[in-house]
């Protein structure tokens, strides 16, 4: 009974916890979740994106990042850099205004808010009269002008945000300065553009909707020229020289306007309808920018014939004859031109464009012949496809990191050589001290390789399994090939492609192996496919084998998905990841766990059916085993097929909570009435029934053995230990199921050299059987001194030590609700620790890690990391299982951000923020990829453009708050996620009633999908995302 009291104050423990453990939320990895505004400063060639959560995010050289919130969460509208300065102003959708700084502290720069400014009208004013649409910096960095939707332009003095009233430009003002037969005309309505003369600070260019554009002299306060056009204006770009400005228009046109001293009102030089004559979409916005070679780019946004084309997001591009619409495949937020920096330049000489679309970032090279885009080395679309499921490794040999690497370099030949042009600040992180992997598993059947070594996710890899399977389009077609005359000349740019030919291509498991090179990839449709690193490309069948998980059993239909059907005959592969044989589990269902020992050549896979074993090596099955309870028919039906089944599942959710809540009021001195095979007596049960516990150790629930899904296999583990007897260890598999059984089957691999002549035997040699049927979320084997064994081949390439193979070893099962440890071979339970169950606290993901110490080098401690569905992290020691920290990470209410964690092997995670973006984490003082980086405006730039070439990669890092627990929730902004965890009575018994009210309806998909979604985490899993996979 010592081990459920409560332990003692250790002070000398207290300080070796700080110096293991410690609490960082550090860099957010891909693409900005919804992004509303852009912007560039030449200066310090550094780029901005603000968020329609508040969030703002500065990039520049790789590894020069930083995040700042606003205290509001309102959309970020518009972003402008103060010219040659380290201050941007930003502009919300609330109207307000905000002043950031890149200040130095302590050798790194630091993103701060220094001032906020709201534009207050005189009383009684319409709030249209001081609605900010436009907003100019001027170069003195003094002066804000604020264009408003009445007309007028009001001034505001920074850094101060003082409003200078006696220096506002009137609509009246500018009326009473021009010729009588414009003031006639309805010419004002809301500012569009403000602009700074290129050449004289003392002159800005106002543009109103109506069509007017006029030159006001701020000295002067009086109207220098004017334009009239008869359409209504969308945006002005003034040419570098001040000589030349062109409009571009709501019916698709642009106009040249001569800029001379001259008061009368001059006729455009040129109009043109770039897509005409027919009706076309608005051009709102122009670049106009002047070349070496005399011919001006011209690149504008939109202007597409409206009938045919009007649903494209493209940009134009024009120059030297040569015209592109680039084509994106999500709406275009902004874009800016790279041109020239120094202002004194005579020519605006553009080098890139840089294009802010809704789903990602694209850059195109507008040096290089043909206009190729230029990869990025952070800002990447992760969600291109949906995520459905990650795999991180750590400490990736070199000679595995080159090959794939080389593999990557051949994908990306379409890529511009040019370097990077972002590339302001200076990163001062060290290099990263070993090569990480994260693979990610997305829904068109891809799996990206990510490097994960430092603060930029940088894409080297990308394989992809349609080429294995007959689908309904052709892998080799390119979805930018069109006709030479087409038109308008579109072509495809980006990576963010969210449509998938067939949702059973979804990779739903991963399973890398380091040292050999073998990946085992498994899929939505029960396929297993095992690939092998080639350097060449080869052209060969891949071998198929069908593993029947009911083994004939009767009675049994299986009601979802087909499978996918395998292409025959001789298949082109490129180099890298190639395939060489396909399991396909019957029925077809999701895997829902993969275990892979390349020194064994073995490869075990689980589905919601049962498990199996399948020999790679001589592409032979090894044994199923069928896990289906004679209640499970759920499991047959497959994901969302049936509104009856969501129904009966929705009954037994509630019948459940009935249970517990009759449980709860009457303890009966016996527990429910079942096999239980742990070796605990009915005495001791009723008696930690009626203790008082610890805080820790609560009750747990019991559950019955009809709760759908309990053939499920949550986890499949190899292990090298004692199963039969304390004499002879021996080659292992263990599962664990949903229902809270373990089976351990005795394996016998022949040796290498008799490997291909006699088969893998296997033999079922345990099955335990948890008392409270919680799902089995992790199962791990303790050698003699209580130390995780190896990974496969990682002892015999001297980077592990030899595990102990003379004292005892300990089986260590984590279910959803406790940790238990079992002495091997006789699996006598040793010690358990006990989660709150009945307080909603469950285990989602474990993992064990090593914690290395800040003070001294080779101390270090393997520990457990473990989240709950509550967001919560905490650290369990090994083998004793005590709690040693405790940490809130992510939001209990976002389900798949905590469905979608992954840890490391040194105490670090990532989990999903949003669709497109990774939060990394790290509970470690040691293994802490912290960036730092440094932006100081006075250092003397470099103005000349990027080089061709890829050239050396700078050392990845940024400066940001990096917050603890608290402040990471602070800052977590945006929706909460669709798929709630509804574990909640209320609101079970509301989707009863709607359902009871409406029998006869099936409801729509997206209530479906949500209910469902939260039976399967009252089941004991979780649906993340939309893909149907069980976590």
Avoid at 915 to 940: G, I
């Amino acid at each position: 009974m010592r081990r459920f009291l409560r332990p003692g104050h250790d002070p000398a423990r207290e300080r070796l916890k700080r110096d293991l453990f410690q609490f960082n939320k550090t860099v957010e990895h891909g693409f900005p979740h919804q992004p509303s505004a852009l912007g560039y400063s030449p200066s310090l060639r550094i780029l901005a994106i603000g968020t329609r959560s508040g969030a703002i995010k500065l990039y520049g050289a790789p590894g020069v990042e930083f995040m700042g919130l606003h205290r509001e969460n309102n959309a970020v509208v518009q972003i402008h850099f103060l010219p040659g300065q380290c201050q941007l102003v930003t502009l919300l959708d609330d109207n307000s205004l905000h002043l950031w700084s890149l200040k130095v502290k302590g050798g790194v720069s630091e993103l701060q808010e220094d001032e906020s400014f709201t534009l207050r009208g005189p009383p009684g004013a319409a709030p249209s009269a001081t609605q900010i649409t436009v907003v100019l910096p001027h170069s003195s960095c003094q002066l804000l002008y604020l264009g408003t939707e009445s007309g007028s332009v009001f001034v505001v003095q920074l850094p101060a945000f003082r409003a200078l009233e006696d220096q506002t430009i009137s609509s009246d003002a500018v009326l009473q300065r021009l010729p009588e037969e414009v003031r006639h005309r309805r010419a004002f309505e809301m500012v569009e553009a403000l602009q700074e003369h290129p050449r004289d600070p003392k002159q800005i260019l106002i543009g109103y909707s109506r069509g007017l554009v006029v030159i006001w002299d701020l000295q002067g306060s009086c109207v220098l020229c004017h334009f009239l056009s008869s359409q209504q204006l969308e945006n002005v770009c003034w040419q570098r020289d001040g000589h030349l400005i062109v409009s571009c228009h709501s019916d698709g046109s642009y106009c040249q306007w001569p800029v001379s001293s001259d008061t009368l009102q001059p006729e455009p030089l040129h109009s043109c309808v770039p897509y005409g004559p027919f009706p076309c979409k608005a051009i709102t916005k122009i670049f106009w920018l002047t070349t070496k070679q005399g011919l001006p780019f011209t690149i504008f946004q939109g202007g597409m014939p409206r009938a045919s084309y009007g649903d494209r997001h493209c940009i134009s591009v024009i120059h030297n004859g040569q015209q592109t619409a680039f084509d994106f495949t999500s709406r275009v937020i902004d874009f800016t031109v790279l041109i020239e920096a120094n202002p004194e330049a005579a020519l605006d000489d553009p080098y890139a464009l840089v294009v802010l679309a809704e789903e990602e970032l694209v850059v195109i090279d507008l040096q290089t012949a043909g206009w190729p885009p230029v990869q990025p080395p952070y800002l990447a679309s992760l969600h291109c496809s949906a995520i459905t499921c990650s795999h991180h490794v750590s400490n990736i040999p070199l000679k595995l990191w080159e090959r794939i690497i080389a593999a990557g370099s051949r994908q990306n030949t379409h890529f511009s050589t040019m370097e990077w042009p972002i590339d302001g600040g200076t990163s001062l992180a060290p290099a990263p001290p070993q090569r990480d992997l994260l693979l990610t598993g997305h829904e068109d059947g891809t799996v990206r390789f990510w490097d994960a070594s430092g603060v930029c996710l940088r894409l080297l890899y990308k394989l992809s399994t349609v080429r294995v399977f007959l689908t309904d389009t052709d892998p080799n077609e390119s979805l930018s090939a069109q006709g030479e005359d087409e038109w308008p000349p579109l072509r495809k740019v980006g990576s963010f492609d969210p449509y998938s030919d067939d949702p059973r291509l979804g990779i739903q498991k991963i399973f890398l192996c380091r040292y050999s090179g073998y990946l085992a990839v498994a899929g939505t449709a029960g396929q297993v496919l095992v690939l092998e690193l080639n350097d060449e490309a080869a052209e060969h069948a891949v071998e198929q084998v069908e593993a029947d998980l009911l083994q004939d059993q009767e009675g049994y239909r299986w009601k979802g998905h087909e499978r996918l059907c395998a292409r025959p005959g001789p298949v082109h592969f490129e180099p890298g990841f190639q395939p060489f044989v396909l399991v396909q589990c019957q029925p077809p269902a999701v895997v829902t766990s993969l275990a892979l020992h390349s020194e064994w050549r073995l490869v075990a896979f689980g589905t919601s059916h049962g498990f199996g074993l399948f020999d790679h090596q001589q592409r032979r099955q090894v044994f199923v085993k069928c896990t289906l309870h004679p209640n499970d028919q759920l499991a047959l039906e497959g994901p969302l097929s049936r509104v009856k089944s969501l129904k009966k599942s929705l009954r037994q959710s509630f019948r459940r909570i009935r249970r517990s809540r009759v449980s709860s009021r009457k303890r009966r001195p016996a527990g429910p009435p079942g096999e239980v095979q742990e070796g605990s007596s009915r005495a001791e049960r009723t008696g930690l029934q009626n203790m008082e516990l610890a805080p820790v150790q609560r009750k747990i629930e019991a559950r019955s053995a009809e709760d759908s899904f309990t053939g499920f296999v949550r986890t499949l583990y190899f292990a090298d230990t004692y199963l039969r007897d304390s004499s002879r260890h021996c080659p292992s598999l263990w599962a664990g199921t949903n229902g809270g059984t373990v089976y351990a089957f005795a394996l016998r691999v022949p040796p290498a050299e008799r490997r291909m002549d006699e088969p893998v035997r296997a033999e079922q040699a345990k099955e335990i059987q948890l008392m409270h049927r919680a799902p089995v979320v992790g199962i791990l084997v303790l050698d003699g001194h209580s130390v995780p064994l190896p990974e496969p081949l990682e002892v015999a390439h001297d980077l592990s030590k030899s595990p102990d193979m003379q004292g005892s070893h300990q089986l260590l099962v984590v279910s959803e609700e406790q940790f238990k440890v079992f002495a091997l071979p006789k699996v006598s339970a040793r010690l358990k620790l006990k989660l709150t169950a009945l307080e909603g606290s469950r285990v989602r993901r474990v993992s064990a890690a090593r914690f290395g110490s800040c003070r001294a080098e080779d101390y270090g401690e393997h520990h457990l990391a473990v989240l709950t569905n509550l967001g919560d992290i905490q650290v369990v020691s090994l083998p004793l299982l005590k709690p040693q920290v405790r940490y809130s990470c992510i939001r209990r209410e976002d389900v798949s951000g905590i469905a979608s964690c992954v840890f490391t092997k040194y105490g670090q995670g990532f989990y999903l923020i949003s669709p497109s973006e990774f939060e990394r984490f790290s509970l470690s003082t040691k293994w802490l990829v912290e960036p730092r980086c440094l932006v100081d405006s006075a250092e003397t730039k470099n103005h000349s453009r990027p080089r061709d070439g890829s050239g050396p990669e700078k050392a990845s890092g940024k400066a940001r708050n990096s917050g603890s627990q608290s402040d990471g929730e602070e800052r977590r902004s945006g929706p909460v996620m669709e798929h709630a965890l509804l574990n909640d009575e209320r609101v079970l018994k509301e989707i009863q009633s709607t359902l009871e009210g409406d029998r006869g309806s099936c409801g729509d998909w997206r209530s479906q999908r949500v209910a469902v979604g939260m039976l399967l985490s009252c089941c004991g899993s979780i649906s993340f995302c939309t893909t149907n996979t069980h976590y």
